[in-house]
């Protein structure tokens, strides 16, 4: 039976994988899954609720009872609206907060299984484009194309800086954004469930020289050599 390709990106945090997500799914007309989005709907109802990130038990019964959706968002800064039980949180997903506690949250096993179920129920009929840490290793491990998105840390935190200012935030040191950045590479690389890794099949492509419209130019060529199509 014919199923429409699945294209999974990974990578670490601030490598482009959302800004490249979207833009890749607006030109092929495929539905863009942002799985770290669901990952921070999960911390954001937590911290809400005043739940230890270490309290596996509760925060899986809470991930199989809140109700989480998803809608294309507006910009690079907001790539995916967002609601929780039906109250809007596109913008309080990003706060730093949550940034700060989603990969310990992402940790159990309890909180990943009910959600990869659910990136799984959406995205098996194909004509998808998912990006997190997990997609290429666990989620959909026969993707038909799999790509590993990097960045030195430098460039990831020069990014993020250039992030704040758009939103108009107040910017931290480079070195404090370096080690928020290398932290939580860490935390998603070392835990035992799923860790960020690249996938064996997957192409690395690093970004640090790339504009995004280079790198967009990359994966489309990479999409018609590995999947073909009219692209
Ligand atoms: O956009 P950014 O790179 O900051 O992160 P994100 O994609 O929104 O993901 C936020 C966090 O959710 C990651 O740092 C991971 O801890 C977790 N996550 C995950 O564990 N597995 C995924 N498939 C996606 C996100
Ligand atoms: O989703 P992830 O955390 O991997 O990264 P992102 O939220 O897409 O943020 C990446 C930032 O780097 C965005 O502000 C992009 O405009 C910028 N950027 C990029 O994504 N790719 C490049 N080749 C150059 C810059």
């Known amino acids: 039976h014919e199923r429409r390709p699945i294209i999974a990106i990974d990578g670490p945090a601030g490598a482009g994988k959302s800004t490249l997500a979207r833009r890749l799914a607006q030109r092929l007309g495929f539905l863009y899954i942002d799985t770290g989005a669901m990952y921070r709907a999960v ?106 998105l990097t960045a030195s840390v430098e460039e990831r935190a020069l990014r993020r800086a250039e992030d704040l200012k758009a939103k108009g935030l107040p910017i931290p040191d480079i070195a404090v954004l370096k080690e928020q950045i290398r932290s939580r590479d860490n935390q998603d690389m070392s835990r035992a469930y799923a860790p960020l890794r690249k996938a064996d099949d997957a192409i690395e492509v690093n970004t640090d020289t790339f504009t995004v419209q280079d790198t967009l130019d990359r994966l489309l060529a990479l999409y018609r050599d590995k999947v073909g199509g009219g692209v």
């Open 43 to 148: 911390t954001w109802r937590a911290m809400q609720e005043r739940i230890d990130p270490l309290d596996g038990e509760r925060l899986s019964a809470l991930t199989r009872a809140v109700r989480i959706r998803l809608a294309p968002g507006y910009q690079s800064a907001f790539p995916t609206r967002v609601w929780v039980d039906g109250e809007e949180v596109t913008r309080a997903v990003r706060d730093e907060a949550v940034s700060l506690q989603v990969s310990a949250v992402s940790s159990h096993p309890g909180v990943r299984s009910e959600l990869v179920a659910q990136q799984r129920r959406i995205g098996e009929a194909g004509g998808v484009i998912l990006d997190g840490r997990d997609i290429g290793t666990h989620v959909f491990p026969r993707a038909e194309l799999k790509i590993y």
